[in-house]
């Protein structure tokens, strides 16, 4: 397994580790939080399908034994740089558990793999009513970059 895709040091008391298809009710419940319908049969699909994926990456935080956030992670080149770019597919937080260091956490996780995979920079999309995660991101060093937010990662 590449570094990438290797779970890095523990941050606070927050757990993080891939996913596995038994994850698939957590992973559910976290989608439908961030607003994407979502069961756990197509939780346990979408689980398996990134797993199959070699430049793929799903991210779970647990604190106290329970799942609490998650982070997908897509690598891929990018034409216009002529390098591969980490793009964050999914960034959910538990509400209970926000404001707590579990993003930012997740965040840094993403960072580490994006560097390990070879990648020159990290990109997200985030949608225009989501002001607070906006915040967020730009507290986390990423900027607006039209409808993405980018933060370089330097020298991979």
Same mark, same amino acid.
């Given at each position: 397994?590449?570094?990438?895709?290797?779970?890095?040091?523990?941050?606070?008391?927050?757990?993080?580790? !891939?996913?596995?298809?038994?994850? *698939?009710?957590?992973?559910? #419940?976290? %989608?439908?939080?961030?607003?994407?319908? =979502?069961?756990?049969?197509?939780?346990?699909?979408?689980?398996?399908?990134?797993?199959? !994926?070699?430049? #793929?990456?799903?991210?779970?935080?647990?604190? !106290?034994?329970?799942? =609490?956030? %998650?982070?997908?992670?897509?690598?891929?080149?990018? %034409?216009?740089?002529?390098?591969?770019? =980490?793009?964050?597919?999914? +960034?959910? @937080?538990?509400?209970?558990?926000?404001? #707590?260091? @579990?993003?930012? *956490?997740?965040? /840094?996780?993403?960072?580490?793999?994006?560097?390990?995979?070879?990648?020159?920079?990290?990109? +997200?999309?985030?949608?225009?009513?989501?002001?607070? *995660?906006?915040?967020?991101?730009?507290? =986390?060093?990423?900027?607006?970059?039209?409808?993405?937010?980018? /933060?370089? %990662?330097?020298?991979?």
């Amino acid at each position: 397994m590449s570094h990438a895709f290797s779970p890095g040091p523990r941050a606070l008391d927050i757990d993080l580790r !891939n996913a596995v298809p038994a994850d *698939a009710d957590d992973v559910a #419940q976290l %989608l439908v939080e961030l607003g994407y319908p =979502c069961d756990i049969a197509d939780a346990a699909e979408r689980i398996s399908a990134i797993l199959a !994926n070699d430049r #793929q990456a799903l991210v779970l935080a647990r604190r !106290n034994g329970a799942v =609490c956030g %998650l982070v997908a992670l897509d690598f891929m080149y990018y %034409l216009p740089l002529g390098t591969t770019t =980490c793009r964050v597919t999914a +960034l959910v @937080v538990s509400a209970s558990e926000q404001g #707590q260091g @579990v993003g930012r *956490a997740l965040l /840094k996780e993403a960072e580490r793999r994006a560097r390990a995979g070879g990648a020159a920079r990290i990109e +997200l999309t985030s949608g225009a009513q989501r002001s607070e *995660a906006h915040a967020f991101y730009r507290a =986390c060093g990423y900027s607006d970059s039209s409808v993405r937010f980018v /933060k370089p %990662l330097g020298s991979a």
